[in-house]
């Protein structure tokens, strides 16, 4: 009965049989969920390239607006074909719930380099890695989508490339925004908010090298002692200076070497 209650467990069943039954995959593991999705690991039987299964949760699959957002993270995959965000092979329902298949990304988020491994960045590197990612932000602009979910859990390291994953919160890139207008920088349809989360990513890169000298917190400015040049940067990022007009007039206003 479609009110009936799917617990998630069994939707995993569900899926593990949909899956088994599909001629082309097999069934791997259970990756992770979000606020919206399961993810699941297939292999693809004759090729055996690893895919990712995202499916809306069952406790979402009668919720119309919920749907919607499920499905335009798919309509804009299939939009974008850019080597550092996953292509869409498959789409398709399993029990109600909208599901697609993606290329995996074989890497480490910053999560998991940051808070597993305990990765250190040095100032030098943590700018070489954000000006990647800028370079990556200019071009998804420039392909008419923003983000706006750019968190270290959806940003992968695959042998020295970023990859960008999640795309939950992404929307068209809307070129008329006053900026003056914006409350929430992190929902901004347009620049703003996907540099907002790129100063926060820094954040977290310039941070994995900081040891706190007392128990005391204080700002970042404070606690980080940046090179002038790397403070402005990130709080034209953060919007605590002005903002830059775009990715592309951020990624030209990196700091130089011999600015640190
Ligand atoms: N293409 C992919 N390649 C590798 N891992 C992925 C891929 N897509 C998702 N994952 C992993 O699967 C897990 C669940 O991801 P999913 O995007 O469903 O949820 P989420 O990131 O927590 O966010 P949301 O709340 O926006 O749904 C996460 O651990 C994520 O790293």
């Given at each position: 009965m479609w009110w009936k209650r799917i617990s998630e467990k069994n939707f995993d069943r569900i899926v593990e049989h949909f899956i088994a039954e599909h001629p082309d995959f097999s069934f791997k593991k259970f990756l992770g969920y979000g606020s919206y999705g399961r993810a699941y690991l297939i292999e693809?039987?004759?090729?055996?390239k690893l895919f990712v299964l995202k499916c809306l949760r069952p406790k979402h699959r009668h919720h119309k607006k919920t749907i919607y957002k499920f499905k335009q993270e798919i309509h804009i995959l299939q939009q974008l074909s850019l080597p550092y965000v996953p292509a869409i092979h498959l789409t398709g329902t399993i029990d109600d719930c909208p599901f697609f298949i993606m290329d995996y990304v074989n890497g480490q988020t910053f999560e998991q380099l940051i808070f597993q491994d305990g990765a250190k960045f040095t100032i030098v590197r943590s700018l070489a890695i954000t000006k990647q990612l800028l370079e990556q932000i200019t071009q998804l602009h420039n392909h008419g989508?923003?983000?706006?979910?750019?968190r270290i859990p959806n940003i992968l390291l695959v042998e020295q490339q970023l990859h960008i994953i999640d795309f939950g919160l992404a929307t068209t890139y809307q070129k008329e925004i006053d900026i003056s207008t914006i409350e929430n920088p992190k929902r901004a349809a347009n620049h703003i908010s996907d540099l907002y989360f790129v100063g926060h990513f820094l954040l977290f890169l310039l941070y994995s090298n900081y040891k706190p000298s007392n128990k005391k917190e204080k700002a970042w400015q404070q606690e980080l002692q940046l090179p002038i040049a790397v403070q402005d940067f990130l709080e034209r990022l953060l919007w605590i200076q002005e903002p830059f007009p775009s990715a592309l007039v951020a990624l030209q206003s990196i700091p130089q070497l011999a600015d640190i």
């Amino acid at each position: 009965m479609w009110w009936k209650r799917i617990s998630e467990k069994n939707f995993d069943r569900i899926v593990e049989h949909f899956i088994a039954e599909h001629p082309d995959f097999s069934f791997k593991k259970f990756l992770g969920y979000g606020s919206y999705g399961r993810a699941y690991l297939i292999e693809d039987c004759s090729s055996k390239k690893l895919f990712v299964l995202k499916c809306l949760r069952p406790k979402h699959r009668h919720h119309k607006k919920t749907i919607y957002k499920f499905k335009q993270e798919i309509h804009i995959l299939q939009q974008l074909s850019l080597p550092y965000v996953p292509a869409i092979h498959l789409t398709g329902t399993i029990d109600d719930c909208p599901f697609f298949i993606m290329d995996y990304v074989n890497g480490q988020t910053f999560e998991q380099l940051i808070f597993q491994d305990g990765a250190k960045f040095t100032i030098v590197r943590s700018l070489a890695i954000t000006k990647q990612l800028l370079e990556q932000i200019t071009q998804l602009h420039n392909h008419g989508i923003v983000h706006r979910d750019l968190r270290i859990p959806n940003i992968l390291l695959v042998e020295q490339q970023l990859h960008i994953i999640d795309f939950g919160l992404a929307t068209t890139y809307q070129k008329e925004i006053d900026i003056s207008t914006i409350e929430n920088p992190k929902r901004a349809a347009n620049h703003i908010s996907d540099l907002y989360f790129v100063g926060h990513f820094l954040l977290f890169l310039l941070y994995s090298n900081y040891k706190p000298s007392n128990k005391k917190e204080k700002a970042w400015q404070q606690e980080l002692q940046l090179p002038i040049a790397v403070q402005d940067f990130l709080e034209r990022l953060l919007w605590i200076q002005e903002p830059f007009p775009s990715a592309l007039v951020a990624l030209q206003s990196i700091p130089q070497l011999a600015d640190i």
